[in-house]
């Protein structure tokens, strides 16, 4: 007990809400890559490994485009474009060719790293300062980087609000929610499939780019387990809106709530920092709070279960009569 109470003492409380803005600061960035898993993991229902790479090449784009001179801004469409490219190219793999999207994208994957290092010229990193360029968002300025990731976030949100009331985006979800009846009204579900993994990782470049840009350097690792990171911030963020709004959750709010997922597990991390706990467990802290707020949904299903239901009032019944009995 007394080794316990040396450790929690050891905790500098007046620490963690200087640490909480720049855990804010990265969540919105990897809220912004969350919406990109949200399109294929939710709405075409496809598990696209894409993202690893496609958030590697996204900061790689758009740190060599800023040295070259290029502005921020510029650099960062460029990182969009190419994520779309990445994304068509696994939509292609398996729509044209047959290869299961999870396997399309694993092989997307494997292809980008290499792709990567000959964007950073057989570099593993490359570094790109303040001090010399003028960036959309950095880690010197966490406030104002806050203000951009959320402005960008609410404007990618509207956008994508938007489309997908369109025609062609409600064709897009009709295609993860039934492709059967899909096809029978005439919709190319594979140009669908196709769209729909081109829009995903073009965001997910886009939070690359802007992860280069806060950290300061791109890094062929950077996106590594990107995917896990970006189903946490999904996951979390469907349980919370749903447990908030219930019903009245809507589209909008679903993709609003993605975003927030990603800085409530930012938020999370941060503290699992500041409590000290080994860094090298931290992947093994984001399985356990995945699969946690995966199980939530089929829980709480379980427990509103009309069969379930019936057995807990027949067991009580049963109880009742061998009491009288």
């Known amino acids: 007990m007394s080794g316990i109470a040396a450790y929690f003492s050891s905790l500098d409380i007046l620490n963690l809400p200087g640490r909480l803005p720049g855990g804010i600061a990265q969540g919105l960035i990897w809220g912004i890559m969350a919406l990109g898993v949200y399109i294929t993991f939710r709405v075409l229902d496809i598990a696209d490994l894409t993202v690893d790479g496609s958030f590697a090449t996204g900061g790689a784009v758009t740190v060599m485009l800023i040295l070259a001179g290029w502005p921020a801004w510029a650099a960062l469409l460029v990182a969009i474009l190419v994520g779309m490219a990445a994304g068509l190219v696994t939509g292609l793999l398996h729509t044209k060719l047959g290869i299961p999207a999870i396997l399309a994208g694993i092989l997307t994957q494997f292809a980008l790293y290499s792709i990567n290092l000959h964007i950073m010229k057989e570099a593993a990193n490359k570094a790109v300062s303040a001090d010399k360029y003028s960036l959309i968002l950095t880690g010197r ?100 809106g749903e447990a908030l709004l219930k019903k009245y959750l809507n589209f909008m709010g679903r993709l609003s709530f993605v975003v927030i997922g990603g800085v409530i597990y930012y938020i999370v991390v941060v503290i699992v920092l500041w409590l000290r706990l080994p860094t090298n467990d931290l992947k093994l802290f984001t399985a356990v709070i995945v699969a946690i707020f995966l199980a939530v949904p089929y829980l709480r299903a379980q427990a509103k279960s009309s069969f379930k239901l019936a057995g807990k009032k027949g067991a009580k019944l049963n109880a009742e009569d061998k009491s009288c009995v």
């Open 141 to 240: 300025n966490v406030p104002m980087a806050i203000l951009v990731g959320a402005v960008i976030a609410i404007v990618i949100i509207a956008i994508l609000y938007i489309y997908f009331g369109t025609e062609q985006g409600s064709a897009v979800r009709a295609t993860g929610d039934n492709p059967a009846m899909s096809r029978a009204q005439g919709i190319n579900i594979n140009s669908m499939k196709v769209l729909g993994l081109a829009v995903s990782n073009a965001l997910v470049a886009l939070a690359g780019g802007l992860m280069a840009q806060y950290q300061g350097y791109s890094d062929i690792n950077m996106g590594r387990g990107a995917i896990v990171i970006g189903l946490a911030a999904v996951i979390i963020g469907e349980v919370l």
